[in-house]
């Protein structure tokens, strides 16, 4: 490895786990790394469910982790605005998990009804997103509000296929507002930057490991840090070796537990 690696982000599905179960080796190549002192975090565009839950689902799986250890698109949103906006009223669009990452940054929250205060919108994966909430969402945009978004992501994998992912409901709005959201979750050098500053190590020193070329290997990039695809996910090796320089991951491994042989 060209650099001295000493902070780690992993992503979790196809990475570090498949659905509800800890990739074979996992749990002991964490336990390894923490003997090494080497800081990491676990980084998922999931911005629907709160950290406890996803710290708790992690530990189920054999892979312990604290709640600082978890960082999702909601708490880089919320972290954004806070350096953003920080005296801004929110009006916000999301589940449990987006509620709980800006309440946590002590910004002003909005009721719906208080629409026509709104000075930023903010929208991740809303469980009860419907035409009334498109039209709030739409008339604050229009009103002068800024627009942020949690992630684009098109679909969520599930036991029987798919379900749509936060990109949809944020489409509409930026459809109909004629107005692109600012993106923070990956890919964006928001997702790297922050990661990194919870980790407390500069980005010549940070490393991303994930399984997706347009998520996790571009966040890197543009974060600059040392980007690690492991191919227990949905990329293949071929698609690796031939992806574009902007998305070429600068090392390609079968999967995580082989990370540890090229550490310093």
């Given at each position: 490895?060209e650099?001295?690696?000493?902070?780690?982000?992993?992503?979790?599905?196809?990475?570090?786990?498949?659905?509800?179960?800890?990739?074979?080796?996992?749990?002991?190549?964490?336990?390894e790394?923490?003997?090494r002192?080497?800081?990491f975090?676990?980084?998922?565009?999931?911005?629907q469910?709160?950290?406890?839950f996803?710290a708790?689902k992690?530990?189920?799986?054999?892979?312990?982790?604290?709640?600082e250890e978890?960082?999702?698109?909601?708490?880089?949103a919320?972290?954004?605005i806070?350096?953003?906006?920080?005296?801004?009223?929110i009006?916000?669009?999301?589940?449990?998990?987006l509620?709980?990452?800006?309440?946590?940054?002590?910004?002003?929250?909005?009721?719906?009804?208080q629409?026509?205060?709104?000075?930023v919108?903010v929208?991740?994966?809303?469980?009860?997103?419907n035409?009334?909430?498109?039209?709030?969402?739409?008339?604050?945009?229009?009103?002068?509000?800024?627009f942020?978004?949690t992630?684009?992501?098109?679909?969520?994998?599930?036991?029987d296929?798919?379900?749509p992912?936060?990109?949809?409901?944020?489409?509409?709005?930026?459809?109909?507002?004629?107005?692109?959201?600012?993106v923070t979750?990956?890919?964006?050098?928001?997702?790297?930057?922050?990661?990194?500053?919870?980790?407390?190590?500069p980005?010549?020193?940070?490393?991303?490991?994930g399984?997706r070329?347009?998520?996790d290997?571009?966040?890197?990039?543009v974060?600059?840090?040392?980007?690690?695809?492991?191919?227990?996910g949905?990329?293949?090796?071929?698609e690796?070796e031939?992806?574009?320089?902007?998305l070429?991951p600068?090392?390609i491994?079968?999967?995580?537990?082989?990370?540890?042989?090229?550490?310093?």
């Open positions: 490895m650099r001295q690696i000493k902070g780690i982000v992993f992503d979790i599905d196809g990475c570090v786990a498949r659905g509800n179960r800890a990739i074979e080796g996992v749990p002991e190549t964490m336990a790394l923490r003997r002192d080497i800081r975090a676990f980084l998922t565009n999931d911005n469910n709160t950290v406890a996803l708790e992690l530990t189920g799986m054999g892979i312990p982790a604290s709640e978890v960082l999702t698109s909601a708490i880089i919320a972290r954004t806070r350096e953003l906006h920080p005296d801004s009223k009006l916000a669009f999301g589940g449990p998990g509620i709980e990452a800006l309440c946590e940054q002590g910004l002003c929250l909005l009721e719906h009804e629409m026509d205060e709104a000075e919108v929208m991740g994966k809303d469980p009860d997103f035409q009334q909430r498109l039209i709030l969402a739409c008339k604050a945009i229009w009103n002068g509000a800024d942020i978004a992630n684009y992501d098109q679909k969520i994998p599930v036991a296929g798919f379900v992912a936060s990109g949809p409901m944020i489409k509409a709005v930026a459809y109909a507002t004629d107005k692109e959201p600012l979750g990956k890919p964006s050098r928001w997702s790297g930057n922050m990661a990194m500053k919870v980790l407390g190590v980005a010549e020193n940070g490393a991303v490991v399984d070329l347009q998520q290997i571009a966040m890197g990039k974060a600059g840090l040392y980007t690690v695809l492991v191919l227990t949905g990329t293949t090796q071929e690796a031939n992806a574009p320089e902007e070429k600068d090392l491994l079968p999967d995580v537990n082989h990370l540890l042989e090229h550490l310093v």
